[in-house]
């Protein structure tokens, strides 16, 4: 197994915990934060898949799946098609909503086939590229791989801790 393999698996690990927390929950259930200032199921799940299809399309060269296959639009939002969700304020938060089960899974499945692809286009020689020198040390493909893949399993896992508190309250 390749370090490219064990990537694209960490992808695909991810892709099963989105379908387990958006599973049978209703658009309402999806809205809900648990306080005002905290991040509902929507817009976690939302997120992650905007911080992954971005940040691999950058790498790619390519556009993004939100924008280029229509997610824009389905999703309807009231925000820029460029917002990822990175520093978003209560109310860009609360803008996340309305969104259904199947629109969200459907965007990361999309986002996800998308990552593969370009994971499957690299060679073990292109993770070791540096992308940016203004971090000591320099950043590499591998790095910024990686640095996505954690931050959509941190992101699920607290989909998951929000979707238990929504289930129980």
Same mark, same amino acid.
């Given at each position: 197994?390749?370090? &490219?393999?064990? &990537?694209?698996?960490? @992808?695909?690990?991810? /892709? ?11 658009? $309402?259930? &999806? %809205?809900? /934060? ?6 509902? =199921? ?30 824009? $639009?389905? @999703?309807?939002?009231? !925000? %820029? ?8 304020? #209560? ?20 986002? =996800? ?15 070791? /590229? ?15 791989? !990686?640095?996505?893949?954690?931050? %959509? !399993?941190?992101? =699920?896992? #607290?989909?998951? @801790? ?8």
């Amino acid at each position: 197994m390749t370090a &490219l393999d064990i &990537l694209s698996d960490g @992808f695909d690990r991810v /892709r099963e915990g989105v379908r387990e927390v958006a599973d049978s929950l209703t658009t $309402d259930q &999806l %809205d809900v /934060r648990p306080a005002e200032d905290a991040n509902s =199921v929507a817009w976690l799940l939302w997120h992650t898949s905007r911080v992954q299809d971005a940040q691999m399309a950058a790498l790619a060269g390519t556009p993004e799946v939100w924008t280029a296959s229509g997610w824009a $639009d389905r @999703f309807g939002l009231d !925000l %820029d098609p460029t917002e990822t969700g990175y520093g978003h304020t #209560q109310e860009q938060v609360a803008a996340v909503r309305g969104v259904t089960s199947e629109q969200l899974v459907g965007y990361h499945e999309a986002t =996800v086939e998308r990552t593969r692809e370009i994971l499957a286009g690299m060679t073990e020689a292109d993770l070791v /590229r540096v992308i940016d020198e203004s971090y000591d040390p320099p950043v590499t493909v591998g790095v910024r791989v !990686l640095s996505i893949l954690a931050d %959509d !399993l941190e992101h =699920v896992g #607290q989909a998951v @801790f929000v979707r238990g508190m929504v289930e129980h309250a």
